[in-house]
């Protein structure tokens, strides 16, 4: 059974979307991604900004590259939820670091915590109605 399939046949809640949606929004978040976070890379990497604000950035770039794996080719609901939720933790709290420094990053990367927040909604719903898949 191929990863598609795999998901595919997962249980899902009526709302989820078709899987026809997600490249097209990743594609969006990602554009956002790259420029919000590389003007923040380089702002660290200058001096404008201490070192450890780059930190919750980083570590949401791992979350988030992490989680097809882990749900896809693991094949595990529970570790692409705590993935998922993490990503999410970790984008709220770089927002609350880099928004004394600089707000414009926050609101530019608004649509990107609304899509995590719908899709951690969507991995509860999956991995609750999947248990023991």
């Given at each position: 059974?191929?990863q598609?399939?795999w998901?595919?046949?997962?249980k899902?809640p009526?709302?989820?979307?078709?899987?026809?949606?997600?490249?097209?929004?990743?594609?969006?978040?990602?554009?956002?991604?790259?420029?919000?976070f590389?003007?923040?890379?380089?702002?660290v990497a200058k001096?404008?900004?201490?070192?450890?604000v780059g930190?919750?950035?980083v570590?949401?770039?791992?979350?988030?590259?992490?989680?097809?794996?882990?749900?896809?080719?693991?094949?595990?609901?529970?570790?692409?939820?705590?993935?998922?939720?993490?990503t999410?933790?970790?984008?709220i709290?770089?927002m609350?670091?880099?928004?004394?420094?600089?707000?414009p990053?926050?609101f530019?990367n608004?649509?990107?915590?609304?899509?995590l927040m719908?899709?951690?909604?969507?991995?509860?719903?999956?991995?609750?109605?999947?248990?023991?898949?």
């Amino acid at each position: 059974m191929n990863q598609s399939t795999w998901y595919r046949d997962l249980k899902k809640p009526s709302w989820a979307p078709s899987a026809k949606i997600f490249a097209p929004v990743w594609t969006a978040l990602y554009v956002i991604i790259a420029w919000s976070f590389g003007l923040t890379f380089y702002c660290v990497a200058k001096g404008y900004f201490p070192l450890v604000v780059g930190l919750p950035f980083v570590l949401n770039l791992i979350f988030n590259f992490a989680f097809t794996p882990i749900e896809f080719r693991l094949r595990n609901n529970i570790a692409a939820l705590v993935d998922v939720l993490c990503t999410l933790g970790t984008l709220i709290w770089a927002m609350v670091v880099i928004f004394p420094l600089w707000a414009p990053v926050v609101f530019v990367n608004i649509p990107y915590l609304l899509w995590l927040m719908f899709a951690s909604a969507l991995q509860i719903a999956v991995t609750a109605k999947n248990r023991g898949r």
